[in-house]
């Protein structure tokens, strides 16, 4: 670790980066007063915590330009355990979240051609795609992506993750390790947790040596506890949307779950959804709703259109359709009731295997039923997204199960999360108009 | 020697007392399955089959094996199935398993098996209880409970038809049939009982093979149509080495673990590198290239059915490892169909032209 690197470090992204940071969210909610001032005729005002959630992530982004030579750096996949690596102390970073980012500001198509010029296929990923071909381009919407010392990966999510991740292993020249959770038809059973907890404890030794010091266990329960917390308040967040009118929608939500994905088990975060509680907490007791004239409210499944979020969210909202749940975003709260700070990689391992991406459809679909009830819901949109074959396969069943057994109707909406060449707005449109038609 | 069909092989196994298990792609525990009396054949398509049904269920952009084999479960011909297979090989075929469980309604119970994706020993002990989980539920669905040694008998012969099929595929320039009938002989372990195919295989002529032009290596899922054989042949190549799921990457090591399920863990586990396993790129493309050398192979296509993720993430590097190391490359898709269509031909015959 050199003192020139540390100085940058503490200084460029700390005393100075933070004070910029604060300026630009100044700037920002000063920018969402305005917006909430003139109003909206259809959507109600935007949430302030925006601009916090946006102060946070940009830093964390802002360290990682500034962090080799002074930390370790780990990348990991959105739901890979990251509670061994921040007990040691590593730098994390997660190419999801930077993918994700990439389709929000509409690079997802410019990056992914960069890819499929160099070879990769358009019928994969379009993450993995947009992620591979901004490394291709040596370009990125948050500066620098720090180069990672290792990657631990975890297929709780899907198969495709270890395909991309083990391709930038390749490229990068760094070791992959694979935390692997068999998919579950049912409940975990022993063998399979005891297969995950093998896998973390023998992830500690590697991560040892990266790092270059011993985990200390109590480190690691205080992580975990904390990674909890986060995740409660998270789901504390997303439970709000029972109230009636909905104080935020599920695109708020899209939003607001950065932080829960890259940043859980930081005391920042827990502090962020608190900040996020009290507004909505505002919102409810001055009956202020997400869409200003509820009318219908439904679930979204699957992953977000991450280029189209504001166009599909006020063409809802103008159909007075308000999305009051995803069920994406709870897979960072729900299976956090696993967690345990008295056995943290026993609590993990079930933490990470019970991951909703990595359970059944029907279990999936239960989970709909179960939100339908919770949330009151009228209707389900289930994004058919060609870039995440596990989250889509099933929707076909569980769009006909929702109206034979509960008759709820559902529309399928064929798009891609990140890749917008396959997504038509004006058929959507169409789509979106005749389903609001149904649901009156 | 004429090789039984799946229709007459069904009717003997039957009267022999086993059950009929479908197997869904591709890395499985034939041996246990045979202990328990369930006589497994495998569903890779199949091609002639119409994927309309399969449709109502799965998006587009599924592969047409899950399409097509989710239609075939439905039609008459899987009547005589008593049971289903289906390992955990890629998100395509988790969702048909999930589907296939959760929505509709089969007269036969779904087994699912996952295969861990790493090479370590806790993987090697999770594969293990994974297969004494499955052995207990096959125990459950037959009400048989073969003992140790009953499951090693069979793990002897299945190992036993399993060296053969490496010796006869890593060999391919000593036997005197075209490349069809080769593979056909080859793929008929898909379905045959583990006797009949030592058998047969053993019955495929050998002397010195009038094989003509450069000799490919044929990479992918699964050569269906096996048309493709043909028409590689008569643009004047061969294909002397495959990288096929259906071939080549089942091959498995014999080890020496007494525990009959220790035993076929560490064996399924040994086969060679593998897309759907999270095989490192470089190890993958070093096996690959030394195959390539210890057969003379010029240029290698990679045939797949489309959306097929697994293989679509290795394409790039595959293509460009072997093009540094001066072999052709040729990726080419189809969609399972009963006979290649003209585009494909006119691509394996330019790209066979080119090398020659």
Redesign the interface.
């Known amino acids: 670790m050199s003192l020139g690197n540390l100085v940058n470090y503490y200084l460029t992204a700390g005393l100075v980066g933070k004070q910029v940071l604060r300026r630009q969210k100044r700037k920002q909610l000063h920018k969402i007063e305005q917006i909430s001032l003139k109003g909206d005729p259809d959507l109600g005002p935007p949430l302030k915590a925006t601009a916090r959630m946006s102060e946070l992530l940009s830093h964390q982004y802002l360290k990682g330009r500034y962090t080799e030579g002074v930390k370790k750096v780990a990348w990991f996949s959105s739901g890979a355990p990251i509670e061994i690596l921040q007990a040691l102390g590593f730098f994390l970073y997660t190419p999801d979240n930077h993918a994700a980012l990439c389709g929000a500001r509409k690079l997802g198509v410019e990056f992914s051609e960069i890819a499929e010029s160099r070879g990769y296929p358009r019928e994969i990923c379009s993450y993995a795609r947009t992620d591979i071909g901004s490394y291709f381009a040596g370009r990125t919407p948050v500066g620098k992506i720090p180069k990672p010392d290792l990657i631990v990966v975890s297929n709780n999510i899907c198969q495709t993750i270890l395909h991309w991740y083990q391709a930038m292993g390749t490229y990068l020249e760094v070791p992959v390790f694979l935390i692997d959770t068999p998919f579950l038809f049912e409940d975990a059973a022993s063998h399979q947790i005891e297969f995950v907890k093998q896998q973390l404890e023998e992830l500690i030794p590697v991560a040892e040596r990266i790092a270059g010091k011993k985990l200390d266990w109590k480190q690691l329960q205080e992580t975990c506890r904390i990674g909890k917390e986060c995740s409660d308040l998270w789901m504390e967040v997303l439970q709000r949307a029972k109230a009636k009118p909905s104080p935020i929608t599920g695109f708020d939500a899209f939003i607001l779950m950065g932080p829960i994905v890259a940043l859980r088990g930081e005391w920042s975060t827990a502090a962020f959804y608190r900040e996020v509680l009290d507004e909505i907490d505002e919102r409810i007791n001055a009956g202020i709703g997400a869409v200003k004239k509820e009318k219908h409210r439904v679930l979204w499944d699957n992953l977000p259109i991450w280029y189209n979020l504001k166009w599909m969210s006020r063409k809802l909202a103008g159909h007075h359709i308000a999305v009051t749940v995803s069920n994406y975003t709870y897979q960072w709260a729900e299976p956090a009731r696993y967690f345990d700070t008295s056995r943290p990689i026993e609590g993990m391992a079930k933490t990470y295997l019970h991951s909703i991406l990595n359970r059944s459809s029907g279990y999936k679909l239960n989970h709909m039923k179960e939100m339908i009830a919770e949330f009151d819901l009228n209707g389900v949109l289930l994004h058919s997204d060609r870039s995440c074959k596990p989250y889509s396969l099933g929707q076909l069943d569980q769009s006909t199960k929702l109206l034979n057994e509960l008759g709820i109707p559902s529309l399928i909406l064929e798009a891609d999360h990140n890749d917008s060449r396959v997504f038509s707005e004006e058929q959507v449109s169409n789509r979106l108009q005749a389903f609001a038609e149904m649901m009156d | 020697m004429k090789i039984p069909n799946r229709k007459e092989t069904i009717e003997a196994v039957r009267a022999k007392g086993y059950q009929i298990g479908a197997v869904m792609p591709f890395h499985y525990p034939r041996a246990l399955l045979r202990a328990f009396k369930i006589h497994p054949m495998e569903v890779w398509g199949p091609p002639h089959i119409d994927p309309m049904e399969g449709m109502?269920?799965?998006?587009e952009?599924?592969c047409q094996i899950v399409h097509k084999a989710t239609r075939f479960f439905a039609t008459a011909a899987a009547r005589d199935i008593d049971c289903i297979l289906i390992p955990?090989t890629?998100?395509?075929l988790?969702?048909?398993?999930?589907?296939l469980?959760?929505?509709l309604t089969m007269k036969q119970p779904i087994f699912?098996l996952?295969h861990?994706?790493?090479r370590?020993?806790?993987?090697l002990?999770?594969l293990e209880?994974?297969l004494?989980?499955l052995g207990e539920k096959l125990r459950e669905f037959t009400n048989i409970s073969p003992g140790n040694d009953e499951i090693m008998a069979e793990i002897r012969l299945e190992e036993k038809a399993n060296k053969l099929f490496a010796d006869t595929l890593q060999h391919r320039q000593i036997y005197t049939v075209s490349d069809r009938d080769f593979y056909t002989t080859l793929r008929a372990g898909e379905y045959l009982p583990a006797d009949q195919f030592i058998e047969l295989v053993g019955s495929l002529p050998k002397g010195r093979a009038d094989l003509h032009g450069p000799g490919l290596m044929l990479s992918g899922v699964v050569p269906e149509p096996m048309s493709i054989f043909d028409h590689i042949n008569r643009f004047g190549a061969h294909v002397i080495i495959d990288d096929l799921a259906c071939c080549s990457r089942r091959i498995y090591e014999a080890n020496d673990e007494s525990d009959p399920y220790r035993h076929l863990a560490r064996s399924l586990m040994s086969m060679p590198p593998d897309?759907?396993i999270?095989?490192?790129?470089?190890r993958r493309f070093e096996y690959l290239g030394s195959q390539m050398l210890r057969t003379g192979a010029k240029g290698v296509v990679v045939f797949n059915p489309?959306?097929c993720?697994?293989e679509?993430?290795?394409?790039?590097?595959f293509?460009?490892r072997m093009k540094e190391q001066g072999y052709s490359f040729l990726f080419v898709e189809n969609e399972l169909t009963t006979e290649l269509h003209q585009q494909i031909q006119t691509r394996i015959n330019s790209f066979v032209e080119v090398m020659t």
């Not at chain 2, 988790?94 to 589907?99: C, K, N």
């Not at chain 2, 370590?120 to 993987?123: A, E, F, L, P, T």
């Not at chain 2, 679509?312 to 590097?317: A, H, K, N, T, V």
Request: glycine share 4%; hydrophobic share 20%; with cysteine.
């Open positions: 109502q269920h799965f998006p952009y599924t955990h890629c998100d395509s988790q969702g048909m398993a999930s589907v469980k959760d929505y699912t996952y861990p994706r790493g370590r020993k806790s993987d002990d999770y209880n994974e004494r989980a897309t759907t999270s095989t490192p790129y470089n489309k959306f993720e697994p679509l993430f290795y394409i790039s590097m293509e460009e």
